[in-house]
């Protein structure tokens, strides 16, 4: 069905940046609404960011707004997450999500219907 790939992560030390690249095939023809998570050790998964399906709108956990910026790419099955001035705290697997539904609650867990493996992002200080 769909595919999610993540990819862009490694270790970066404190005050640093990375991107994230999501990019997701199968019968996924445009664009649609999407999102990241992270789940650091022995902590649930959090939402951090999403963005709608024509990118006009986005969405941001407070621990991250001003410093990370979720955005679609050029290509219509692509979207990134520019993390800058990055934190220890930031340490964990980021996934990213997909719904096929035009709109949904962008912070919940369960209005995504895939998920890709995740990708690791470890912040020194």
């Known amino acids: 069905q769909v595919q999610l790939v993540e990819s862009g992560g490694g270790l970066v030390q404190a005050g640093g940046s990375l991107r994230l690249s999501c990019a997701f095939s199968g019968r996924t023809l445009t664009n649609y609404p999407m999102g990241w998570f992270r789940q650091a050790p022995g902590k649930e998964r959090e939402f951090v960011a999403g963005v709608s399906t024509c990118g006009a709108m986005t969405y941001y956990a407070d621990s991250v707004k001003g410093r990370f910026t979720i955005s679609r790419g050029n290509a219509k099955n692509t979207v990134y997450l520019q993390m800058n001035s990055l934190k220890p705290e930031d340490t964990a697997v980021y996934y990213c999500?997909?719904?096929?539904?035009?709109?949904?609650?962008?912070?919940?867990?369960?209005?995504?219907?895939?998920w890709g493996q995740g990708t690791q992002v470890t912040v020194s200080s």
């Open positions: 999500a997909l719904t096929r539904r035009g709109s949904i609650s962008y912070l919940q867990r369960g209005e995504y219907d895939y």
